[in-house]
């Protein structure tokens, strides 16, 4: 089983910017979907966007399309989430997850490793 670790999170100003990490060990990633959700207090945990680690094919939820983006680096076995123009609303802890499916699911139940979460806060 792959486990994760994210790294990033923080306080930022509404418009700014952050990059999540989420750095796999155990196994690669290789033959996995990498997904982030996020969890804001008092609410369910919420699908951001997942990659297919083999081909790059990225899947986003309409609140975060054009807005956030979801990368790999092979190399490092390191997936990444930029995140731009952050809002208020986006404040959450964000988690990173594995899926040793097929296809780009978006339901936390998909996923068999989670990360510890890190949180980030936007402030107006």
């Known amino acids: 089983q792959v486990q994760l670790v994210e790294s990033g999170g923080g306080l930022v100003l509404a418009g700014g910017s952050l990059r999540l990490s989420c750095a796999a060990s155990?196994?690669?990633?290789?033959?996995?979907?990498m997904g982030w959700f996020r969890q804001a207090s008092g609410k369910e945990r919420e699908f951001v966007a997942t990659?297919?680690?083999?081909?790059?094919?990225?899947y986003y939820a309409d609140s975060v399309k054009g807005r956030f983006t979801i990368s790999r680096d092979n190399a490092k076995n390191t997936g990444y989430l930029q995140m731009n123009s952050l809002q208020p609303e986006d404040t959450a802890v964000y988690y990173c997850?594995?899926?040793?499916?097929?296809?780009?699911?978006?339901?936390?139940?998909?996923?068999?490793?989670w990360g510890q979460g890190t949180q980030v806060t936007v402030s107006s």
């Open positions: 155990g196994r690669t990633f290789s033959g996995y979907a």
């Open positions: 997850a594995a899926d040793r499916g097929m296809g780009l699911p978006t339901i936390p139940q998909s996923y068999d490793s």
């Open positions: 990659i297919r680690w083999s081909s790059g094919s990225t």
